[in-house]
């Protein structure tokens, strides 16, 4: 439904990719490990190759949480807007179809966080 | 069984005489205290008189006078000279 | 000669109410009277009669200025003597004081925004009885502001984090959980900023915020606090009354105002209980002696408190909001979630993080049986050991947030306290996300208002969180570093642990000089 303005009400988005100097912003969070509160926000140029994102992003996000070290990164589930979802991980971010304000989940299966209980 | 209308006020030797009064006219009110302040609660409504404020207080009262002690309450509200009433219409 | 002896009778209240809030109006000639009144007709509310506006307190002017001036004096009597007598080392622990770095930079401003808000909808209303009550909950917020400005000013002497309030309000990242919430409400029209403020916020809110936390201050051995507290809240018994009497009169008015009515109301009852969970942390951590947990805190003021209003409206048609379930669920979590969080970004945050006692922790326990030990204390204790080590855990990758609260996505799924709650929405190519349902719903409703969102994370990877002589492109520089220069946070005084902070060194230091020669 459109906003009840007494005139018109101009369309103006505050985070449009155009303003983000060429890069997009991804979001990603980790399931079951809510040692990390929410998800994370960063903002990458689309050529990285998602591996890059994989090895030299997470570890400075996601390292100190003791199952960080164990994760076997071929089993990981990967969710995109909540569905299944298989990156290449040679292959960039675009090339992944990863667009601007795109939501990645992933899931690291026999890894449910500090003593199981999700965090 | 009607819901509960409550109201608190600071502590103070006035509001220690509009409590006494409420308890005296309203049979079935129950008093919360927490730090630095009470809370009476009655299921259905709550009715603070003029007069008996008076008596509990040993000088004049006007109702108004309220707003100065007052923190919170709940139910609607109906105001006069001789009486403050708390209620819930259902 | 005899004088003439003319005793005039008192009027009566009912009498006086009538006398001077009816007539003082006329119908213009010059100009039409919707070109004066420009905003009263355009969110689709139709009111019929003015006339049949009463304020249940019948609170006129006069009275008005005869109390307020009572209550300004025993609250700056109070305020001296408390300054005097170097309160501030009377209170339990300084952990508590960034209770009051919260309510200074996070609370405050908001009632000089309420100040502005009730001013503008009582110049908007062209009912003489409503502008009335709006001018005078005008003035009470405005009151409400400078006596918490003053009272903690107090502080500002002593403690770090007070010092740039109205700027950080501006510009610290969960700064604009509280100050979206206002401009959503002030940037509506004037009949949804009374269902918002008026009644969400006034009538099913502020009970949680002012009454327990603020007997907690009481508690905790602040009296600068709690005076300016219930001085506040002793005006809010007429802010709720007035809510509560501008949703009556709307659904008295005409019958298709109902549905606009419980829109509003079920909007605004979520973004106020979003909101609320800062003082839901606020009860259940911050506060050294606890009075009550925010759960039983919940269930006075929230659950039977609401139960009972909505019934009472149920006569018009209006229901209690769906969020309430939700918010049933949420109160085992909500505080817990929201610690975690101001814990691991401590280090850019204008107050400090530490982590609960042992003792504090079981008392969580006892309060929470169904969810602490489950769910969080698992993570707390973890946070303890590593900090044990000499790894205290600081966060400080940007979060991703809520497009409409605003908060960073920290909240469960109902079904799941395991699992982040994620909502999308796509709109005119791009994606928004949510925590919540009732979040996703608010922004569904009116995209074109949510969209314009001012998101910090967002906001600081387009580069607009810097200084001007900041320069990205240097090889040493330290993005949070310019972030916190651009807060204008003293870095390593007014964020991290409290835990080696200046605070705690210099409380103790001081309280012992309190005691000794």
Redo the contacts between chains.
Sequence with gaps: ??????KD?P???????D???G?I?L?V?W??H??????????LPPAMRFGDLIEGIFP??FG?H?DFALIDWSKVEWLK??KPWAPDVNKSLAENGL?????L?FRTPGL????G??? | MADNVFIAFQTSDESRAIVEAILADNPGTTVDEQPAMVRVIRPGSLTIRRETVEEHMGRDFDLQELQLYLITLTGNIDETDDAFTLAWHN | MDMPTTTKKKLGIKEKYALMTRGLDWETTYQPMDKVFPYAKFEGIKIHDWDKWEDPFRLTMDAYWKYQAEKERKLYAILDAFNQNNGHLGITDARYVNTLKLFLNGISPLEYMAHRGFAHVGRQFPGVGPRVACQMQSLDEMRHAQTQIHSMSNYNRYYNGFHSFPEMLQKVWYMSVPRSFFDDAYTSGPFEFMVAIGFSFEYVLTNLLFVPFVSGAAYNGDMGAMTFGFSAQSDEARHMTLGLECIRFMLEQDPDNIPIVQKWIDKWTWRGIRVLTLVAMMMDYMLPKKVMSWKEAWEIYFEENATALFNDLARYGIKMPDCAKQALIDKEHISHQAWATFYQYSAVSNFHGWLPSSEEMDWLSAKYPDTFDQYYRPRFEHWAKEAAEGRRFYNTTLPQLCQVCQIPMIFTEPTDPTQICYRESEFEGDKYHFCSDHCKNIFDDEPEKYVQAWLPVQQIYQGNCFMPDADPTKPDFNPIEEVLRYYNLQNGRDNMDYVGSEDEANFRAWRQTSTQN
Aim: glycine fraction near 10%.
């Design positions: 439904m459109p906003v009840k303005a007494i009400y369309l103006r988005v505050a985070d449009s990719v303003k983000f100097h890069n912003m979001f969070g399931d079951q809510l040692m990390f509160c929410a998800p994370f926000a960063w903002a400075a996000s100190a003791p807007s909540g667009g601007h304000k795109d939501c989940r449910c966080g500090i003593k209980s999700g965090s």
